[in-house]
Every structure is written in C-alpha cells, then in structure tokens.
T-cell receptor, first 114, second 115 residues
Framework: KAGVTQTPRYLIKTRGQQVTLSCSPI?????VSWYQQTPGQGLQFLFE???????NKGNFPGRFSGRQFSNSRSEMNVSTLELGDSALYLC?????????????FGPGTRLLVL | AQSVAQPEDQVNVAEGNPLTVKCTYS??????LFWYVQYPNRGLQFLLK??????LVKGSYGFEAEFNKSQTSFHLKKPSALVSDSALYFC?????????????FGKGTKLSVKP
C-alpha cells in the first residue's frame, strides 16, 4: 500500500511569507504527527493529531499551526516565516497515537526561507 | 526534563566489523526507547524498541540494542557492519508520563561503513 506522502517536497519562501505543508497518511492510519528537523536542533516534535483533534503540541511559537481533516490528511501552516524556519518537516502516521511500530514517516518537505 | 544524548556525531566502521552507536537518556519514570534510521532523502524508518522485558532487543536489518538501566543507556549494535548500513541513526524516548506519540530524539549519529 502507498506510504506517507508529503507535498510539496521542496519549497522556497522569503521571510514574512506563510507556507502550508500537506501530509497524506497511510490508508487506515488516523494519527498524524509532525516533526521539524534541523542540523542544529535535530528532530523536534511539533504536534500530533488524532481524529481531527490536536492531542499534543511541542514547544513551538504560535506561528506554527496545524489541522487534520476527516479523511485523516493533515496540513501544517507556518506564518510570518523566519530564516530559522528553514528545515526538513517530517510527517508520520500511525494507526493510533503512540503506536511506534505502525508509525511510518514520510520523506519530508524541505523548506528554505530566504 | 526528558532528554536523549547521542555523544558521537559520527561513527566510522570497516565493513564486516562490529558497530556500536551510543545513546543515553534522562527521563522520569519508565522509558520507552527507540532507534530509527534515516537514509539520504528519505524519511525515518523504525528499527527497534524497548518497552519492558529482556534488556537485549532485536530489530530490523540485523540490528540489536541493549538497555542498561543503571547506566541509562540504550546502545545500538550490529555484529557485522555492511556498507549499506551507512545512514543517520536516531535514538528516541517516549516517557510513560507524556502524551502518546511525543518522541524526544537525540541529535543523530552518522554511521559510515567503508568497504
């Protein structure tokens, strides 16, 4: 079956703009988590959604937001982009929250902020 | 605060030799520990986990990890390294008191296996 897909794969924006990233989970997976990966900070948890509800949020400013739709697809939005937002954004889906053995990661969206 | 440390940014091993990628953790309560691998331009892949039980956990691709509670370590090991094992390896912890799905990752260790 198809894996986790993320669109777009690459994105270039300028400071002050906003961006929306999309994640389509594996069919049947209802939990979606987002992570930010940077060389300096490594992998950091952004948020987790299950059944269209945000269950948990990491330590990121309010400029970072997300949502999940009824078909389990998820989007994350970053407003007023800063240079430091340049990163690889990874989405992961699982059957239910916390189920790491069924959790699969997408290839990521690489965002470059100029 | 919960944290995970991978003390080595890079580990170099010759093909056929054993490899160890180190990980130490600091959590309150009982830890759930994980190892992931990331190949270039690809997402993370789950390798193995420790929840409870035997301290030696076997995972995918011939990898195993040893949980040591007294040393708060969870080192990843493989008896005989392959060139194809070259990748970025992440140790992660999910503490039982936290929300499910919230993993704390180490900074990653780049494993380079030379022929």
């Amino acid at each position: 079956k198809a894996g986790v897909t993320q669109t777009p794969r690459y994105l270039i924006k300028t400071r002050g703009q906003q961006v929306t990233l999309s994640c389509s989970p594996i069919s049947g997976h209802r939990s979606v988590s987002w992570y930010q990966q940077t060389p300096g900070q490594g992998l950091q948890f952004l948020f987790e959604y299950f059944s269209e509800t945000q269950r948990n949020k990491g330590n990121f400013p309010g400029r970072f937001s997300g949502r999940q739709f009824s078909n389990s697809r998820s989007e994350m939005n970053v407003s007023t982009l800063e240079l430091g937002d340049s990163a690889l954004y990874l989405c992961a889906s699982s059957l239910v929250p916390g189920d790491q053995e069924t959790q699969y990661f997408g290839p990521g969206t690489r965002l470059l902020v100029l | 605060a919960q944290s995970v440390a991978q003390p080595e940014d890079q580990v170099n091993v010759a093909e056929g030799n054993p490899l160890t990628v180190k990980c130490t953790y600091s959590v309150s309560g009982n830890p759930y520990l994980f190892w992931y691998v990331q190949y270039p331009n690809r997402g993370l892949q789950f390798l193995l986990k420790y929840i409870t039980g035997d301290n030696l956990v076997k995972g995918s691709y011939g990898f195993e990890a040893e949980f040591n509670k007294s040393q708060t370590s969870f080192h990843l090991k493989k008896p005989s390294a392959l060139v194809s094992d070259s990748a970025l390896y992440f140790c992660a912890v999910r503490y039982t008191g936290g929300s499910q799905g919230n993993l704390i990752f180490g900074k990653g260790t780049k494993l380079s296996v030379k022929p």
